[in-house]
């Protein structure tokens, strides 16, 4: 889990070790609990703010699935853009 000015307020401690812990699940009970928190996220967000998000959610596994074919070629290798490329950052 990286960090930027946008997410310097968050307690990356705990939501690493939440992160860890959810890791310990199987498949089928991290899908469950992904699905368990979208109604709880999508509540708080406009229909259009979700529809981002779930972009952005595609666009991790696109990028992981990106640097998993192309082991240590680095980031600026890659072919999938980033939340840093969109961020400009």
Do not use: C
Request: aromatic share 6%.
């Amino acid at each position: 889990m990286t960090t930027s000015p946008e997410t310097d307020w968050m307690n990356h401690p705990i939501l690493r070790k939440l992160v860890d812990e959810a890791n310990t699940l199987t498949l089928a009970e991290r899908l469950t609990l992904l699905k368990g928190i979208v109604p709880g996220v999508a509540a708080e967000m406009t229909p259009k703010e979700f529809e981002a998000f779930v972009v952005a959610f595609r666009m991790k596994g696109e990028r992981f699935y990106d640097a998993t074919q192309h082991p240590g070629e680095g980031r600026a290798a890659r072919h999938v853009m980033g939340e840093r490329d969109l961020e400009g950052r």
